[in-house]
């Protein structure tokens, strides 16, 4: 396939973690790739691993196995020296705007931290940073010795993003960054982090729950269940046309502001949600799938492209 100037890949990545019950599959074989200047979406339900592939993809927690590739290389193999340099090209904006800032800090010292720990410039040029970064992402200058508490949720996810972008990275993983928040203050964040996208060329994976914030935002779309990637898509192709069942429920999930939408055919999920901690061979989401066989219950669904750039783990659809 021809590198279309690929900022991240990532190959057959997998994180476990050893519990009381077993190992648990948080993510499991899951392989994608991200164009430099676009976004991929992740989605799916709450506790799909989403968040710990985001952050596994950050080494912010070690990968069990896999490759990710940034700008080729293989930053799993990467020795301290080269991580120190990787490191401030990717960063991470946390789901929640309060726990993620420590509260005995003013908002300049949150935004001036990744500067000092990074040494990237003197003190001077560090003050004149924060400022811009500050009024880039909207925050008032007045607001610079204020602390988390007294401000509300979207003053504080711009923090967020200000320490992610003083860096100035090239890729940003966004973990829910407006599920916190109202939702007038969440267009507000969801439009300055695309403004900010076009200005200065960055990329994004983009995690969330919610599926009308990922079409806005997401050029392509990756559906998770239970560690496992499931669908991959461009977005408006995922919407248009989705091929899992799992991603026909949550599209079908959708609520829809209309008198109609009350009289519109509802897709529900029946049966027990499969266990990740050492899962038997098949497909995870069989034991809720109406169109279950016998071979999805015993053998492992491959992604496959069953269109142009359009990827399912279902073997009964796009044949």
């Known amino acids: ?21 077993g190992l648990l599959h948080a993510v499991d074989d899951v392989s994608f790739s991200i164009d430099q200047a676009s976004t ?18 950050l080494r912010l927690k070690e990968p069990t196995e896999g490759e ?8 799993v193999k990467a020795s301290k020296k080269e991580q120190r340099r990787i490191r401030p090209r990717m960063q991470m904006i946390f789901q929640d705007p309060y726990s993620s800032l420590n509260g ?3 908002v300049s010292q949150l935004i001036e931290e990744p500067l000092i720990v990074n040494k990237v410039c003197g003190r001077s040029e560090r003050e004149d940073r924060v400022q811009e970064v500050m009024k880039t992402v909207g925050l ?3 607001l610079s010795m204020s602390y988390p508490h007294e401000l509300d949720g979207g003053r504080r996810q711009r923090i967020g993003i200000a320490r992610a972008l003083v860096l100035d990275p090239e890729f940003i993983v966004c973990d829910e960054p407006v599920s916190a928040l109202d939702v007038s203050i969440q267009a507000q964040i969801l ?16 995690i969330t729950h919610d599926l009308s914030v990922v079409k806005h935002i997401s050029n392509e779309i990756m559906v998770m269940y239970l560690g ?14 989705p091929l899992h069942p799992y991603t026909k429920a949550l599209l079908a999930a959708i ?12 897709t529900l999920l029946q049966g027990e949600v499969t266990s990740p901690v050492d899962p038997k061979p098949g497909c995870r989401f069989a034991s809720r799938c109406p169109y279950a066989s016998a071979a999805c219950r015993e053998e492992d669904m491959e992604l496959r492209e069953v269109s142009k750039g359009h990827f399912t783990a279902c073997p009964y659809v796009g044949s």
């Open 104 to 106: 005995r800090m003013t």
């Open 40 to 57: 991929l979406g992740v989605v799916g339900e709450s506790g799909c691993g989403k968040s710990t592939l985001g952050r596994t993809v």
């Open 255 to 266: 609520p829809i502001p209309s008198i109609e939408s009350c009289h519109k055919k509802r």
């Open 228 to 241: 496992k990637c499931v669908e991959k898509a461009d977005s408006e192709e995922l919407f248009r046309n």
């Open 140 to 142: 008032a200058e007045r």
């Open 191 to 206: 439009n300055l982090l695309m403004d900010l996208q076009e200005e200065r060329k960055l990329t994004y994976m983009f």
């Open 1 to 21: 396939m021809e590198n279309r100037n690929k900022i991240l890949e990532v190959n057959h990545l997998k994180k476990y973690f050893q519990t009381p019950a």
């Open 68 to 75: 990710i590739l940034f700008h080729g290389q293989d930053i």
